[in-house]
């Protein structure tokens, strides 16, 4: 408690600063990011400070000033990750990223590309291996979906389609490298994008594409078990079932009443796979009593 009190303190007084001079505090920051940039006093607690320092300020400059400001930040980020080299490195760079532009929704509402490049970025930092950062991707991209959600489902200039389309399209490469959790909360991230979509039909049909996937991993797993329920004893099948199920409930945490479609579609898939869960756990109680639950 008093580790978050003291960052809000030394947040708040960071802002208050800024707001003396405006132009000096761009200027210092911009100075400090060229130095990193160039090699000059790089270190992993120098970019962390200033990353946490560029955050602090968010909505203490007048809105064409932090526009201006933040396009530079961006860029210079973007590009001190692109020429370091060595995956630590990368990965604190990564992490300054993803926490800058998380404390600057009102920009991103405002300018798609910025918008869509960072979330493009944090698809890739999707597929990095080093501690923490796919965590703080995933957690980066619900953060932004829940504050920008609306432009993920419109047209934009120079687009051909919606880019919850285009993410739709390559949802199983993204996270092909994420553990269940993290799978988990990308489906609610994306859940809160398709709730914004206002055209029902259209809805509908990216909450189909949403749950293509786990749909048809629960449709596979039926078929073997009708074919012997014997398979739903498999550690690896039991833990697919769950994770599906986990991924639903995601879905519909963020979507709220429109997953109805969803629902009714796998009810009654998900009703026969509890019967039949139901009837092995009371045929092994039968053939070897209560203990039988604890060594099944």
Known sequence: MQV???????????????????????????????????????????????????????????????????????????????ITKGKDNKAVIASNIMYVVGQYPKFLRAHWKFLKIVVNKLFEFMHESHPGVQDMACDTFLKIVQRCKRKFVIIQVGEHEPFVSELLTGLPTTVMDLELHQIHSFYESVGHIIQAEPDPLKRDKYLQRLMEIPNHKLAEIIGQAWLSVDYLKDQNVIRTVLSILQTNTSVASSLGTFFLTQISLIFLDVLNVYRMYSELISSSIAEGGPHALKTS
């Open 4 to 82: 978050r009190e003291s960052y809000q303190s030394s947040k708040g007084n960071t802002g208050y600063l800024s707001q003396l001079d405006h132009d000096d505090t761009e200027k210092q920051m911009l100075n400090k990011l060229t130095k990193q940039l160039n090699g000059e006093g790089w270190s992993w607690n120098n970019l962390n400070m200033l990353g946490w320092a560029i955050g602090s300020i968010s909505g203490s400059m007048a809105e064409e000033q932090e526009n201006r400001f933040l396009v530079m930040v961006l860029r210079d980020l973007l590009n001190l990750c692109e």
